[in-house]
């Protein structure tokens, strides 16, 4: 099992670029998330499904937007970049209900914009 | 006030001596307290739950004290590998009835040989 797969690891854009991140998860888990993590804060989430069909906004989704494609993939897109953005962004996949704690990781996207 | 609170460090302790941290939570609704461990430049991993009882996994004790409003972690016999950032997570029932996780900044922990 791959787990929880994303692409790219790296990417650098010019303010007002956009670009789609893909994750995709083997696990047969329900529910998935998009977080960012700057220094001197804490994982943020973006936004998140539940489950298949259904996508929620979290703490930080201005800028951003997200398509719950199948069970599997979960996509994040910024639409016009802007150096507020740069961060690296976690995508993760969890059981949900009652284990919403237990969630597992992807690899990291290391976005800067300029 | 921040919602979880937690010491960056670093905390520079040499191989095998114990290290203990806190984290400290501000709603006193907070449900259930973990902790997640971070190697540098890594992904996030479950690392242990933290239980009212406190809880033990090989090296590791986890504690919470809802009076005062904090969790710890303390780690025995401390290895090169326990080298790594600790996330302190707290969950909340949010007002539209999910479990929302909250995670705090870290503590940086470097093991010395």
């Known amino acids: 099992n791959a787990g929880v797969t994303q692409t790219p690891k790296f990417q650098v854009l010019k303010t007002g670029q956009s670009m789609t991140l893909q994750c995709a998860q083997d696990?047969?888990?329900?529910?998935m998330y998009w977080y960012r993590q700057d220094p001197g804060m804490g994982l943020r989430l973006i936004y998140y499904?539940?489950?298949?069909?259904?996508?929620d906004k979290g703490e930080v989704p201005n800028g951003y937007n997200v398509s719950r494609l199948n069970k599997r993939e979960f996509s994040l897109r910024l639409e016009s970049a802007a150096p507020s953005q740069t961060s690296v962004y976690f995508c993760a996949s969890g059981k949900g209900e009652a284990r919403v704690y237990e969630q597992y990781f992807g690899p990291g996207t290391r976005l800067t914009v300029t | 006030r921040k919602e979880v609170e937690q010491d960056p460090g670093p905390f520079n302790v040499p191989e095998g001596a114990t290290v203990a941290f806190n984290c400290t939570y501000s709603n006193s609704a907070s449900q259930s307290f973990f902790w997640y461990r971070q190697d540098c430049r890594k992904e996030p991993k479950l690392l242990m739950s933290v239980y009212s009882s406190g809880n033990e996994d090989g090296r590791f004790t986890a504690q919470l004290n809802r009076a005062s409003q904090y969790i710890s972690l303390l780690i025995r016999d401390s290895k090169l590998s326990d080298s790594a950032t600790y996330l302190c997570?707290?969950?909340?029932?949010?007002?539209?009835?999910?479990?929302?996780?909250?995670f705090g900044t870290g503590t940086r922990l470097t093991i010395i040989p």
């Open positions: 997570v707290v969950t909340l029932i949010s007002n539209f009835g999910n479990e929302k996780l909250t």
């Open positions: 696990m047969n888990h329900n529910s």
């Open positions: 499904s539940a489950s298949e069909g259904t996508t």
